[in-house]
């Protein structure tokens, strides 16, 4: 057996360490000074890595936590401003795609609006002026009328010492 074909063998004696290594193995191991030492070492390490426990967290972490995600819960809602800038710090880039469609629709209602404003209010300029020669001219339909009527009340006035 060579140290290639050990290596086969290393992973099962490591994880079994109940296992005896197969004859061929330990006439390996018994010569080979490396695949000794680390058979050696990673039996070793694994006993490290049984005999640790993980930390447990503090008890109040929990607890802590949840408070925390009530107290924001809680608290006033965000106005506009605050929203937009979470968003823009803490979003990946794909919630932005609506937003640009939004946006870019909102360009072209801004510019349909604007063309659409500036046609009429493009109109309103000949209209005002048909309108005002037609004030102009109703003024002086008026103004004739009375001249009509001083002229009827001056004729009657003359009419009637005459009967
Ligand atoms: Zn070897």
Redesign the pocket.
Known sequence: M??HE?QNELEDLVLNPAQAPSPVAQA?LSN?D??SAELKELRATFAAMDAWTAPEPSPWFDTRVTARVRAEQQSAPANFLERLRARLLYNTGAQFRPMMATAMALVLMVGGAGTYLASVKSTPAPRAAVVEDLQILDRNDQAIQEMDLLDDASQDDEGIPQT
Do not use: E, L, T, V
């Open positions: 060579n140290c050990f390996h080979c490396p695949c």
